[in-house]
């Protein structure tokens, strides 16, 4: 069993974008905001998207020893194998 979650691609999101300008009522002005799953969404303060690096990790768990995928932003200074760019929006809470 594969257990990675399927991660939008840059170009997806342009896809999306441009999907979203078409879209009866979205101006220039429109909000954007994150869907948290809770009872409200979360406001995306202007800024918050950018370009990281980042690295993959893996956490076992030590029930079933089944390997979950995960990322990590590459700290300054930090040496890291293969980091790649990545695009981030940043949570406020």
Same mark, same amino acid.
């Given at each position: ?5 399927? +991660?939008?691609?840059?170009? /997806?999101?342009?896809?999306? +974008? $441009?999907?979203?300008?078409? $879209? !009866?009522?979205? %101006?220039? =002005? ?5 869907? %948290?799953?809770?009872?409200? &969404?979360? /406001?995306? /303060? !202007?800024? *918050? &998207?950018?370009? =990281?690096? *980042? ?6 768990? !030590?029930? %079933?020893? /089944? ?13 890291? *194998?293969? !980091? =790649?760019?990545?695009?981030? &929006?940043?949570?406020?809470?």
């Amino acid at each position: 069993m594969k257990n990675e979650v399927n +991660v939008m691609r840059f170009k /997806e999101l342009k896809e999306t +974008v $441009a999907r979203l300008e078409k $879209a !009866p009522g979205v %101006t220039d =002005e429109t909000k954007v905001f994150l869907n %948290t799953g809770w009872d409200s &969404i979360q /406001e995306i /303060e !202007p800024g *918050a &998207i950018t370009a =990281e690096k *980042a690295q993959l990790f893996w956490v076992e768990d !030590p029930l %079933t020893h /089944e390997r979950f995928p995960g990322y990590s932003l590459q700290l300054k200074n930090e040496e890291q *194998a293969a !980091p =790649e760019t990545v695009v981030v &929006i940043k949570n406020l809470y």
